[in-house]
């Protein structure tokens, strides 16, 4: 139960941008929050992955490529990670176009330093235990919370939801994401190509010379993202 002052304890299952954005808020309206996700680190779909060759680490922004901030709420975020170094306009992707830096799970990285977050939790299943929650997983505490949280995508959800809120554990169900092949490739010089960025060429949906992007290191690095379409029709052969 909450305490006299109203403030509860609270799991958040999955800490991506969403489920780190709602931590912050309800840590500063003095609730008790602790995160859990499966991840060794920040990051959700907004991850980064390094790379060693040859002694050299290679750096790839494998998920989003970049971000918007549109929401006045989220502008003045926005204003904040980039007062704090953790954000960076690039303009190669557009005129509203941001980027984390050094890496794309910068923001992430931040928000996650002001809270309790626990990664390589797989949570399995929320269990509900007379007034109060437990959840259950491999790593998972022997607590009990007031409230859980799911912020995981719609195909991690409804599982977690089907004992406890069906409805809305047959919406995730129904809520398909797009699926998307990505190749993550670095090579000894910069490529010949003028832009740093390519949209909407055949198979490829977009690729990017990720050095391209503010604070990143000189090695030539390029994502190169398939088209949603390509990837759900090769989505099941080997990546080789």
């Given amino acids: 139960m909450p305490d006299a002052g109203g403030a509860m304890r609270i799991a958040i299952v999955g800490a991506g941008m969403a489920g780190l954005s709602c931590g912050q808020r309800l840590s500063r309206l003095g609730h008790e929050v602790r995160l859990f996700d499966k991840g060794r680190g920040p990051g959700g779909r907004m991850a980064t992955r390094r790379m060693e060759d040859g002694g050299?680490?290679?750096h790839f922004d494998h998920g989003a490529q970049y971000f918007t901030a549109r929401d006045p709420r989220f502008v003045e975020q926005v204003a904040h990670w980039e007062a704090s170094g953790v954000?960076?306009?690039?303009?190669?992707?557009g005129d509203d176009a941001w980027v984390g830096t050094p890496?794309?799970?910068?923001?992430?990285?931040?928000?996650?330093g002001e809270l309790g977050?626990?990664?390589?939790?797989?949570?399995?299943?929320?269990?509900?235990?007379g007034e109060g929650w437990q959840i259950d997983g491999e790593g998972a505490p022997d607590a009990r919370f007031d409230a859980v949280l799911v912020a995981v995508p719609a195909e991690q959800a409804g599982p977690l939801l089907q004992p406890h809120a069906?409805?809305?554990a047959r919406l995730a169900d129904q809520t398909a994401s797009d699926p998307c092949w990505t190749l993550m490739a670095g090579f000894e010089a910069p490529l010949a190509l003028v832009q740093d960025t390519l949209?909407?060429?055949g198979p490829i949906g977009w690729a990017a010379r990720n050095n391209a992007k503010p604070g990143?290191?000189?090695?030539?690095c390029w994502v190169i993202q398939a088209s949603p379409e390509w990837s759900r029709a090769h989505l099941e052969e080997d990546a080789e």
């Fill in 216 to 220: 990143r290191a000189n090695e030539e």
């Fill in 56 to 58: 050299t680490t290679l």
């Fill in 87 to 93: 954000a960076a306009r690039w303009a190669a992707a």
């Fill in 117 to 129: 977050v626990q990664f390589g939790t797989r949570i399995e299943q929320l269990v509900r235990d």
């Fill in 166 to 168: 069906p409805a809305m």
């Fill in 103 to 112: 890496a794309m799970n910068a923001p992430l990285k931040a928000m996650a």
């Fill in 199 to 201: 949209r909407q060429r």
